[in-house]
């Protein structure tokens, strides 16, 4: 399994990471990938990331603690911001099967559309080596945050955003 060896379960050292260390560079273009939808239809990450609005993309798993304790800063973004803003969660295909995403989601439903990395295109795309890496795109198509584990403050990080788009 190939996308095993790219996605490293969260580590104690990878929580405490700083905003920039994982993603594409602040400033960049946000990376092509191709995924499916959670129906199994092949879908391009880009469409879920539109020129002329900013996106929150987070690299999830069902089983990442990280991701479970970003829920409600994810929630909060969604309920305030999720007009101005698309969130879309992928789905890491590492531990987990598209069956168990599914039943996650229809059970936890967020409000936002999780698209399945089966393939690890958007890992190696977004160079997202573990769950709960956030990467957050403003309304020019360009990379305005890259953070990861459960203290980011991506509250703050959407607010600063949209002040700037």
């Avoid at 379960?9 to 260390?21: F, I, K, R």
């Avoid at 539109?50 to 798993?61: N, Q, R, S, T, Y």
């Avoid at 911001?81 to 936890?108: E, F, P, S």
């Avoid at 459960?150 to 788009?165: F, H, S």
Wanted: hydrophobic share 45%; glycine share 10%.
């Amino acid at each position: 399994m190939a996308v095993a060896a790219l996605l490293l379960v969260p580590t104690a050292a990878a929580a405490q990471s700083a905003e920039g260390e994982v993603g594409p560079p602040i400033g960049s273009p946000a990376p092509a990938a191709t995924l499916e939808d959670l129906d199994g239809h092949p879908v391009q990450l880009l469409d879920y990331v539109k020129k002329g609005e900013p996106a929150l993309i987070e690299f999830w798993a069902t089983w990442c603690e990280n991701c479970k304790a970003l829920q409600p800063q994810m929630d909060r973004i969604e309920k305030t911001y999720g007009k101005r803003l698309n969130v879309v969660g992928v789905a890491v295909a590492v531990a987990q099967t598209l069956r168990r995403v599914k039943r996650h989601v229809a059970r936890h439903d967020p409000g936002y559309p999780y698209l399945w990395d089966g393939n690890g295109s958007a890992v190696r795309a977004y160079n997202a080596p573990t769950t709960s890496v956030v990467v957050i795109v403003g309304a020019d198509g360009k990379v305005a945050y890259t953070g990861v584990g459960p203290k980011q403050d991506l509250v703050g990080a959407v607010k600063k955003v949209l002040a700037a788009d």
